[in-house]
């Protein structure tokens, strides 16, 4: 929605789906300043319950929409008083569903990604940041591997098989990762007042100067000013840090720690959007299963320490 010659638009995607490094990228545009995380819709789904449970509430927002209107216009004006006076585009980023809309005729990037990839990548984002996580009702078997993983960041390089051996953690978070895109391509096909493009981030990793250039034409930025992407905000890193939040950032990671049994609840769970998508052929994917493989025996890098909050 227009604003004071601004534009605020969305980005959106599953967790661990790289809308944080969409986000930093999207920043170097000196016309485009984008943070979170807001959660906004959080406040809108309490406005669609509360409609849902009080009726003179929802008389109200039929005849006007007050309600949904001044809750938008907060979140409008919270945006515009943290984002750089300078910019012209105003970006909320947030891993979570377009659903609840909180900007109306707005623009909304949606990040996609392979779902073998996220479910590895979270287990380390668990382990690392269990303060955080723990609103998610993480399982108990991924969190008893937390002693052992702060001991020895490179515990699950030695062990690869223990890091998706816990069923309820990567069937919650293949069933979360299906209702996000689920609920975004609905939303995104249902909702006239807003204009929604999705992104692979393996698209990012394979073509990124392209779909970088065309994220900021679809927010309706000039591409023109686009400058040369830095090297640290390039596909993947350096070096691995299991103990950082840039750990690794590459694709295809998964292969490194997939199991059959891993295999068999991620099939279940999304196996036919994962082929929908194109992911992959069919339900039959090649794989290494490395619980049947033996124990690696390598030097590996001290990872840095993090430092004390």
């Known amino acids: 929605m227009k604003h004071e010659g601004k534009q605020i638009f969305g980005i959106r995607g599953h967790m661990k789906s790289g809308t944080n490094w969409l986000c930093r990228l999207l920043n170097l545009h000196p016309e485009i300043s984008s943070s979170g995380e807001y959660h906004w819709e959080s406040y809108f789904r309490t406005y669609l319950h509360n409609r849902k449970v009080f009726r003179n509430l929802d008389e109200i927002e039929l005849q006007s929409a007050t309600i949904r209107k001044e809750l938008q216009q907060l979140a409008e004006q919270t945006m515009l008083k943290l984002s750089d006076s300078d910019a012209r585009f105003i970006g909320d980023r947030t891993p979570t569903t377009i659903h609840p809309v909180v900007f109306k005729d707005s623009a909304y990037l949606c990040m996609m990604r392979d779902i073998?990839?996220?479910?590895v990548s979270k287990v380390f984002h668990f382990l690392n940041s269990p303060r955080v996580m723990a609103n998610f009702n993480m399982a108990a078997e991924v969190a008893d591997l937390k002693p052992q993983f702060d001991e020895d960041p490179w515990f699950f390089h030695?062990?690869?098989?223990?890091?998706?051996?816990?069923?309820?953690?990567?069937?919650t978070t293949c069933k979360t990762w299906r209702q996000t895109i689920k609920s975004n391509q609905n939303t995104a096909k249902n909702h006239k007042t807003i204009r929604v493009s999705f992104i692979k981030y393996e698209d990012l990793h394979r073509d990124l100067n392209t779909s970088l250039i065309e994220a900021v034409k679809f927010i309706g930025a000039d591409p023109a000013l686009m400058p040369p992407v830095p090297r640290y905000l390039r596909p993947g890193h350096r070096d691995e840090n299991p103990n950082?939040?840039?750990r690794k950032g590459q694709v295809g990671d998964w292969k490194n720690?997939?199991?059959?049994?891993?295999?068999s609840w991620i099939n279940e769970e999304c196996g036919n959007l994962m082929m929908e998508l194109g992911y992959v052929k069919s339900l039959n994917w090649n794989f290494?299963?490395?619980?049947?493989?033996?124990p690696k025996q390598r030097q590996l890098p001290v990872p840095q320490k993090r430092r004390a909050a």
Do not use: C, W
């Open 288 to 294: 290494v299963d490395v619980s049947k493989q033996k």
């Open 158 to 171: 030695k062990h690869p098989e223990k890091l998706l051996a816990s069923e309820r953690f990567v069937r």
């Open 257 to 263: 720690y997939m199991t059959g049994s891993a295999k």
């Open 116 to 119: 073998r990839d996220i479910v």
């Open 244 to 246: 950082k939040f840039n």
